[in-house]
């Protein structure tokens, strides 16, 4: 079956960076477009970044020019590196390949 496992949460200050990946099996990742996702309490879930099997990236204008989608075909990984977090991007983020979903992983931006 397809699981899509993420990793590289954790708690970090304003201005700080984390890399979050995302190992996916049970598909033809190379295949997959794939994407990363965030929902804060009380919020709507929401796009942050996709990238499609080509390789072509697209961001949302809140995370664009501090965050970076990049996959790994040989390792059946995406990954999202966030620089210069900001409170506002605390959430629990989620990778997908727009049918299947990860169990996410809390990132919290706090001094």
């Known amino acids: 079956q397809v699981r899509l496992v993420e990793s590289g949460g954790g708690l970090v200050q304003p201005g700080g960076s984390l890399r979050l990946s995302c190992a996916a099996s049970?598909?033809?990742?190379?295949?997959?477009?794939m994407g990363w996702y965030r929902q804060a309490p009380g919020k709507q879930r929401e796009l942050v970044a996709s990238?499609?099997?080509?390789?072509?990236?697209n961001y949302s204008d809140s995370v664009k020019g501090r965050f970076t989608i990049s996959r790994d075909n040989a390792k059946n990984t995406v990954y999202l590196q966030m620089n210069s977090l900001k409170p506002e991007d605390t959430a629990v983020y989620y990778c997908?390949?727009?049918?299947?979903w990860g169990q996410g992983t809390q990132v919290t931006v706090s001094s």
């Open positions: 049970g598909l033809i990742f190379r295949s997959n477009d």
């Open positions: 997908t390949n727009n049918f299947y």
């Open positions: 990238i499609r099997s080509s390789g072509s990236s």
